[in-house]
């Protein structure tokens, strides 16, 4: 019997802090035209540069304005001289036997979050964070253990994309290649409509056509029932919708997901039910974590397609996935299963989520950053950066 294969876990030393010049990544193309007549750029040419730098910084994933060829070597020096194109620190890379790869960014602040890339025979998914941490405090997700510290920026959000991209050397292929990252998912750490604005403006760069180019309907964003933003969501950025349900009565779902007490599951399915282009070809994802005794009786399957009941929607079954001190179990497998017969019998798909990255701490609820688990607060972070 051979020993099984350790996860490669590479890391990264930190660089030393760049000097504060605005970065233009996560910056809007009207931004990016403000920023370019400030330093100087004549009228005339200001769309067109911005164009030029758009497509370097998104499709060809350049570092350095030097590689900017195409710039006049003076205008490369100015944008030099006044901004910086750069990503956040990867402190440590893993990979698990699976395939699947956790990346602990460093951003802004020496604050650290985690990113996960999983890899499929049809597609490869990104899952990306919008916040530092998260409030929700939902008991089952190690996440959720952690305190928020801030939200990312725009320019935090877009660039896990580019850090990926970089790793993963998908830059330059030829067209017709095989897309490695051909999915996002907002269902990293933090709640993504907290941060709406900026979850916005990073998907926006990241779905434009002459940049990551990725279609609005390859983004889903996985919400815990932020209801107020629900729809604003749906009219603003347009991708795919995910809600972290769990429970089929407000009772359980009070104790498992918190913002229940604050929007019941009767108002959070009338925010779905009123979802901008819901279809059978866009429906909603209700994510629902299996735990052992919990909710995953034949009743909570059942009261389940009655609450959807009327909603363009598949439910993913997601075996709960253990991190020390979890309270709860994952459900067995036959268990698991029979809740997806009932679920099937009423004609919604429910297909069992298959855990990746488990040897790594990847697996869906488990993502919590290294600063976090070496319990450093938010406050000793700034005492040691400044910030």
């Not at 900017?68 to 020096?77: G, P, Q, Y």
């Not at 969501?233 to 972290?244: D, F, N, R, T, V």
């Not at 069992?352 to 607060?377: F, N, V, W, Y």
């Amino acid at each position: 019997m051979t020993a099984p294969i350790t996860p490669d876990v590479i890391t990264i030393p930190r660089k030393q802090d760049l000097d504060a010049k605005p970065n233009l990544i996560g910056l809007s193309r009207d931004a990016l035209k403000a920023a370019f007549a400030e330093i100087g750029t004549p009228e005339k040419q200001l769309k067109m540069r911005v164009n030029q730098v758009w497509g370097w910084i998104y499709q060809k994933g350049v570092t350095s304005f030097d590689d900017m060829t195409n710039l006049s070597k003076d205008f490369r020096t100015n944008l030099a001289e006044n901004f910086q194109i750069t990503r956040p620190e990867i402190v440590t890379r893993q990979i698990s036997n699976d395939g699947t790869r956790k990346y602990l960014l460093r951003v802004a602040g020496g604050h650290e979050v985690e990113v996960v890339y999983i890899p499929e025979t049809n597609r490869g998914t990104l899952c990306i964070s919008s916040q530092i941490g998260c409030t929700l405090t939902c008991p089952f997700c190690h996440t959720g253990t952690q305190k928020l510290v801030r939200n990312l920026t725009a320019g935090e959000i877009v660039s896990q994309i580019l850090v990926a991209r970089d790793d993963l050397e998908e830059w330059g292929k030829p067209a017709g290649d095989k897309r490695l990252i051909s999915n996002i998912v907002l269902m990293g750490m933090g709640e993504p409509l907290y941060n709406t604005d900026n979850v916005r403006d990073a998907m926006l760069i990241a779905m434009d056509n002459e940049g990551i180019s990725l279609s609005r309907r390859r983004i889903t964003l996985s919400t815990s029932g932020v209801v107020p933003e629900i729809i604003r969501a749906g009219a603003e950025i347009g991708c795919m919708l995910a809600i972290s349900f769990h429970a089929t009565t407000d009772d359980v779902r009070d104790k498992l997901v918190p913002i229940n007490r604050k929007h019941k599951i009767a108002e959070l399915l009338q925010a779905c039910r009123d979802y901008p282009r819901l279809s059978n070809s866009e429906r909603i994802t209700f994510e629902y974590v299996m735990l052992d005794g919990v909710n995953d009786s034949d009743a909570d399957a059942r009261r389940l397609v009655k609450l959807i009941s009327g909603i363009p929607a598949k439910i993913n079954l997601i075996p709960f996935n253990p991190w020390p001190g979890s309270p709860y179990k994952r459900s067995n497998w036959d268990r698991i299963e029979a809740f997806a017969d009932i679920v099937n019998e009423a004609g919604y798909a429910s297909p069992i989520r298959t855990p990746r990255g488990e040897d790594i701490m990847a697996a869906c609820g488990q993502l919590k950053s290294a600063t976090e688990r070496q319990r450093k607060s938010a406050k000793k972070i700034a005492q040691e950066t400044g910030t």
